[in-house]
């Protein structure tokens, strides 16, 4: 049986389409996911919120691709995780240049037909 895990996804938005398909199997294994569009409450200050998810995670989920690469947002995500200790697991959907800043942490990049391999992929984050 595998752990359960406190998993923050750090995405762009312009991918939520295949990030939610990851959420989705992800939360049916039993983890516990967070993610920007469903874990902040509207009183909440919205970066706080954010640094918060990230510090209570066990690993940040890192999804890689050209949207998310030119984001500024991904990129803050990344050094709160990287200052905090988390590790940080990188999930390609595409080929995509790592920004500057962005540093590769631990598991290896999961290619895009990885992706489609459930067990590739669950086993990066676990």
């Known amino acids: 049986m595998?752990?359960?895990?406190r998993v923050f996804v750090s995405y762009s938005r312009g991918d939520a389409d295949l990030v939610s398909r990851l959420i989705a199997l992800l939360e049916g294994d039993g983890h516990?996911?967070?993610v920007d569009v469903e874990d902040i409450r509207g009183s909440e200050e919205w970066r706080a919120s954010i640094v918060n998810g990230i510090r209570?995670?066990?690993v940040v989920l890192l999804?890689?691709?050209r949207r998310s690469m030119a984001s500024e947002e991904v990129a803050r995500e990344v050094a709160v995780a990287a200052r905090e200790g988390r590790r940080i697991v990188p999930i390609a959907l595409e080929p995509a240049e790592l920004a500057d800043g962005i540093e590769r942490?631990?598991?290896r990049p999961v290619d895009k037909a990885d992706l489609q391999d459930e067990q590739a992929w669950r086993s990066a984050t676990t």
């Open 63 to 65: 999804v890689i691709s």
């Open 2 to 5: 595998m752990t359960a895990v």
């Open 105 to 107: 942490r631990a598991a």
């Open 56 to 58: 209570r995670a066990d």
């Open 32 to 34: 516990d996911v967070w």
